[in-house]
T-cell receptor, first 114, second 116 residues
Framework: ETGVTQTPRHLVMGMTNKKSLKCEQH?????MYWYKQSAKKPLELMFV???????ENNSVPSRFSPECPNSSHLFLHLHTLQPEDSALYLC?????????????FGPGTRLTVT | QQQVKQSPQSLIVQKGGISIINCAYE??????FPWYQQFPGKGPALLIA?????SEKKEGRFTISFNKSAKQFSLHIMDSQPGDSATYFC???????????????FGSGTQLTVLP
């Protein structure tokens, strides 16, 4: 595997379900991010992790719960979601310092909440 | 002050034409301005980026023009091809605190269609 991978690619869940999204980066980066992408809206940054430590939580509802067990893996745990949470969830990674500011994105998980 | 405004929302260009997408920002602390390209079913991928110490950067058919005083930057795609049809996002970030990850503020995206 290369780059940033995300599983599953598609997820349909009911409002009472609990599910998790998984992200893995194979780039040796030390920062990871979760974004929400909705149609015709800017990408919304949800969470940022530096070296496994969460540094940002941009007013995300508690029904989204991130977990970063190590610098290569990132999870987003979902529970009691709302239909408006249906979106593409993107994971990204980057280096923390130096000239490499580029964020590398995974292909995303298309989430549908019914 | 964190917003990045992008226009147009959609753009249709004939093959061989020039595609121009514009972005404006307000936060003067921004010092890194990337453009991302996203194809359906894929995540965004970095296309080209610029820092405010230069007014223009060119990579192949893609050029960023940067106007620091106006707080605007734009992407020009020369000799546009049908394979360039995708959604383009501008973004901006500042240096933040030492050791912290840079946060990108994205524009709302431009859907480019290049007609054959």
């Amino acid at each position: 595997e290369t780059g940033v991978t995300q599983t599953p690619r598609h997820l349909v869940m009911g409002m009472t379900n609990k599910k998790s999204l998984k992200c893995e980066q194979h780039l040796g980066h030390n920062a990871m991010y979760w974004y929400k992408q909705s149609a015709k809206k800017p990408l919304e940054l949800m969470f940022v992790y530096n070296f496994k430590e969460q540094t940002e939580n941009n007013s995300v509802p508690s029904r989204f719960s991130p977990e970063c067990p190590n610098s290569s893996h990132l999870f987003l745990h979902l529970h009691t979601l709302q239909p408006e949470d249906s979106a593409l969830y993107l994971c990204a990674s980057s280096q923390l310092s130096g000239a490499e500011y580029e964020q590398y994105f995974g292909p995303g998980t298309r989430l549908t909440v019914t | 002050q964190q917003q990045v405004k992008q226009s147009p929302q959609s753009l249709i260009v004939q093959k061989g034409g020039i595609s121009i997408i514009n972005c404006a920002y307000e936060n003067t602390a921004f010092d890194y301005f990337p453009w991302y390209q996203q194809f359906p079913g894929k995540g965004p991928a970095l296309l080209i980026a610029i820092r405010p110490d230069v007014s223009e950067k060119k990579e192949g058919r893609f050029t960023i023009s940067f106007n620091k005083s106006a707080k605007q930057f734009s992407l020009h795609i020369m000799d546009s091809q049908p394979g360039d049809s995708a959604t383009y996002f501008c973004a901006a970030s500042g240096s933040g605190s030492s050791g912290s990850a840079r946060q990108l503020t994205f524009g709302s995206g431009t859907q480019l269609t290049v007609l054959p």
